[in-house]
C-alpha cells in the first residue's frame, strides 16, 4: 500500500505536468476557436476514445456508478465552465491564482463537511502552495465578477477531488472516468449552444484539441480517478497544484517567457508544498505499518 501511494503520487506529478503543457498546447487555439465549444470536443473525443478501447465499459454502467459518476462530472464540468467565463472578464494570472485556491478549499471542506482531521502540518502545507501559486500568477489583483466566477470553479474542482475521494476507491475506475468526461461534453455542448457551437477552424485547433483530449483528458482523469482510492484529498491537491509550476516552466522554455524572481520563488514554494505533503503522506504510511505489524 505504501509504494501504491508513492507511484500514484508520482503520477499525479505527471498529470500536473501534463496540464502545465497543455497550457502551451491551447496558447493561441482560444482565440481562434470559442472556450465552450473547445471543451465540448475536448471532452467528447476523450470520453468517444475510452468508449472505443473498452466498448464492454458500458455495461458496467448501473444505478450507484450513474448517480455519483455524474455528480463527480458535474463538479468537473461546472469547474471548467464557471472558470472560462470568469476568464472572459478577468486576466489570466487572476484566473490561474483564484484556481488554485482549491488548495485552499479542499481542505476545507475536509474537515467541515467529512469531519477530515487536517494535521497542522498539511494546513502549512497549504499555506505554502497557496503563498507559491500567488507569486506565480500575481501582478496586481483586484476582485470583480470575474474573479468571483473563477473563485465559484475552484469549489466546483475541490468538489470533485472530494467525491474521487470518496467513491474512487468503491467504483470500477474506467467505467467511472467514462461517466464523468461524457457528463462534462455535455455540460459544455449546453454551455455552448448561448453563444452556437462550433467546429474547429483549422488543423492547428484540431491538434490541439487532440493532445489535451488524449492525454490532457482521457489519460489525465484516468489517473487521477485511480490515484484517488489512495491519496487523501487535501494531498491530492497540492500535487495538483504544480500544473502552475509545470506551465510556468513550458512557457519559460518553449515560449520563450521571462524568468523573474518572483516566479522562481513562487515555483520554489509549491514544489516545497509538495515534497511536505509527500513526506507528510510517507510518514503517515510507516506509523501505520508499525502499528498494524
Known amino acids: 500500500m505504501r509504494e501504491s501511494k508513492l507511484f500514484s503520487s508520482l503520477l499525479l506529478l505527471a498529470v500536473s505536468a501534463i496540464w502545465g503543457g497543455a497550457f502551451v498546447s491551447m496558447k493561441g487555439t482560444l482565440e481562434r476557436l470559442d472556450v465552450n465549444s473547445f471543451l465540448t470536443w475536448r471532452f467528447l ?12 465499459v458500458l455495461k458496467k454502467f448501473n444505478r450507484e456508478l450513474i448517480l455519483k459518476g455524474a455528480l463527480v462530472g458535474f463538479f468537473l464540468g461546472g469547474g471548467y465552465i464557471f472558470q472560462s467565463f470568469g476568464l472572459t472578464l478577468t486576466t489570466v494570472s487572476n484566473t490561474g491564482f483564484i484556481t488554485g485556491l482549491y ?10 463537511v467529512l469531519k477530515r482531521n487536517i494535521s497542522g502540518f498539511e494546513w502549512f502545507a497549504v499555506v505554502l502552495a497557496t503563498v507559491g501559486l500567488g507569486l506565480l500568477s500575481l501582478n496586481g489583483f483586484s476582485f470583480g465578477l470575474g474573479e468571483m466566477l473563477v473563485l465559484v470553479s475552484a469549489l466546483f474542482f475541490a468538489l470533485h477531488i472530494i467525491g474521487l475521494g470518496q467513491w474512487a476507491s468503491s467504483l470500477d475506475t474506467y467505467a467511472l472516468t467514462v461517466l464523468q468526461l461524457g457528463t462534462c461534453a455535455l455540460m459544455a455542448f449546453i454551455a455552448s449552444t448561448k453563444s452556437g457551437f462550433n467546429a474547429p477552424p483549422d488543423s492547428g485547433v484540431w491538434w490541439s484539441i487532440i493532445y489535451t483530449a488524449l492525454f490532457a483528458t482521457a489519460l489525465a482523469f484516468i489517473v487521477q480517478t485511480w490515484a484517488q482510492s489512495f491519496i487523501r484529498p487535501t494531498t491530492v491537491a497540492v500535487i495538483l497544484a504544480m500544473e502552475v509550476v509545470f506551465a510556468a516552466a513550458f512557457g519559460i522554455w518553449l515560449l520563450t517567457e521571462p524568468l523573474t524572481i518572483r516566479i522562481a520563488l513562487g515555483g520554489i514554494l509549491v514544489i516545497a508544498s509538495m515534497y511536505l505533503i509527500i513526506f507528510l503522506e510517507q510518514r503517515k504510511n510507516q506509523r501505520a505499518k508499525i502499528s498494524n505489524g
Open 45 to 56: 473525443i476523450a470520453t468517444l476514445l475510452l468508449i472505443f478501447i473498452r466498448p464492454k
Open 103 to 112: 488548495v485552499v478549499i479542499t481542505p476545507l471542506i475536509a474537515a467541515l
